[in-house]
């Protein structure tokens, strides 16, 4: 059932600069249970020599499966301290075609997902990708622009080219922190 609701406003530039004035997560050492789901769906793709994100955050995600596979890394975030820096539509045309792109809880951040996921097609094989589904609007805060639900996520990965392959839903709505939420991650071709 579609549920697709804007849940707030695009930051100005000031207030995105204020906002990602370092990598959102960069301090946290140690994986969650989103994290952990995640790169188990990474590891189901066959033949991963290349991995991109660039919406990297603390990059867990990324680091552990070329830790794995050997794949050669490229890294970025809107926030400083990564070699590309700046937009996903500004960076994603500085790198080569790669296996896999990593793009985690990121969607939801984006004012115009599709546009991202458009530019993001041509320059991978693979998208492994995960964000909020189900989620009330009320507790969309932390710069959410959206909430939607599984089959809104879909039908946008469908209408940008890519396949779902695999799907997990992971309900962290039990968790004993208020504003817990379900997770969709998916791995798309």
């Given amino acids: 059932m579609s549920m697709r609701v804007r849940a707030g406003e695009a930051f100005s530039l000031e207030e995105l600069a204020a906002y990602y004035y370092e990598p959102q997560g960069y301090n946290i050492t140690e994986p969650s249970a989103r994290e952990r789901v995640s790169v188990a769906m990474g590891e189901s793709i066959p ?96 710069g959410h622009y959206w909430v939607w639900s599984r089959s809104d996520v879909e039908q946008m990965l469908v209408e940008t080219g890519f396949m779902p392959q695999a799907f997990v839903e992971l309900d962290m709505t039990l968790g004993w922190m208020p504003g817990y939420v379900k997770f969709g991650i998916w791995v798309c071709r």
């Fill in 47 to 142: 033949d991963v020599h290349s991995i991109a994100d660039l919406s990297a955050g603390p990059a867990m995600i990324p680091r552990y499966l070329a830790s794995l596979t050997g794949a050669t890394l490229i890294l970025g975030d809107y926030a400083p301290g990564y070699e590309l820096e700046g937009p996903i539509l500004e960076t994603i045309a500085s790198i080569t075609f790669v296996d896999l792109f990593v793009c985690t809880e990121t969607l939801e951040h984006l004012d115009d997902p599709e546009a991202n996921l458009r530019a993001i097609r041509p320059k991978c094989a693979n998208l492994l990708v995960s964000t909020p589904i189900d989620q009330p609007i009320e507790t969309a805060g932390g």
